[in-house]
């Protein structure tokens, strides 16, 4: 059987709102296992980028508990957590959020820029990266020079770089065309038979069939596990 990567149980996250609690995710329990493709299923304001952030160790529940390889990620400090964000998860957005006036090496280290001991294989990891989504002939083109769907594949790269345990990607394929978001959606597929753990935040069932199980999101609840 594969290894928990990420294990909620009974993960709640209220937000005040004026006099207001807002419930935006209610006992939600589940795992992500080792190999997973797993898409976060649901519409705006569903709970589902509550739901990534709190994957990503971007926010803390308000109930329940997280564990990351087995260790409660409330037993985690904060300097910590931010360690394990940098090694062990690599984060994919809509936006790229490349830096435009570097290149696309430079753009892709960054993560090892940010990293307590950068690799002694820095290069080599780079370099790496950029074979697998196919970008290593545009290594000294920056941002502008790209099209929409290479920038992505080079913010995959930049999120592979550090070989993480799991890749988080919230709505990757969102200011793409069909076509192109095709062929990330492919990638992803294609990393995730390479044994990549990946996650993938979406509103339209279309992108969530290419994964191999989807979580179902609706009013801050999960109403539907494929596991």
């Not at 570097?102 to 990266?129: E, G, K």
């Amino acid at each position: 059987m594969s290894a928990d990567v990420i294990r909620f149980a009974g993960v709640c996250k209220r937000y005040p709102m004026g006099e207001t609690i807002v419930n935006a995710l209610v006992d939600a329990s589940f795992t992500i296992r080792e190999g997973d493709f797993v898409s976060i299923l649901g519409p705006s304001g569903s709970g589902k980028s509550t739901l990534m952030h709190l994957l990503g160790f971007l926010d803390s529940p308000t109930s329940g508990e997280i564990l990351f390889e087995d260790r409660p990620i409330a037993e985690i400090s904060p300097d910590q957590r931010a360690r394990i964000r940098a090694e062990k998860i690599g984060f994919v957005f809509q936006a790229f959020n490349l830096l435009p006036r570097m290149d696309v090496f430079a753009n892709t280290r960054l993560p090892l820029t940010y990293h307590p001991r950068p690799p002694a294989d820095a290069a080599a990891r780079i370099w790496n990266a950029l074979e697998l989504v196919d970008m290593k002939n545009r290594a000294h083109h920056r941002p502008g020079q790209l099209s929409g769907g290479q920038r992505q594949r080079v913010a995959i790269a930049r999120a592979l770089v550090n070989e993480p345990r799991i890749l988080l990607a919230d709505e990757p394929t969102g200011n793409l065309d069909s076509r192109t978001a095709a062929t990330i959606l492919d990638l992803f597929t294609e990393l995730n038979r390479q044994g990549r753990t990946i996650v993938l935040v979406t509103h339209d069932p279309k992108i969530a069939a290419y994964s191999r199980r989807q979580i179902h999101v609706m009013d801050g609840r999960i109403i539907r596990d494929d596991a």
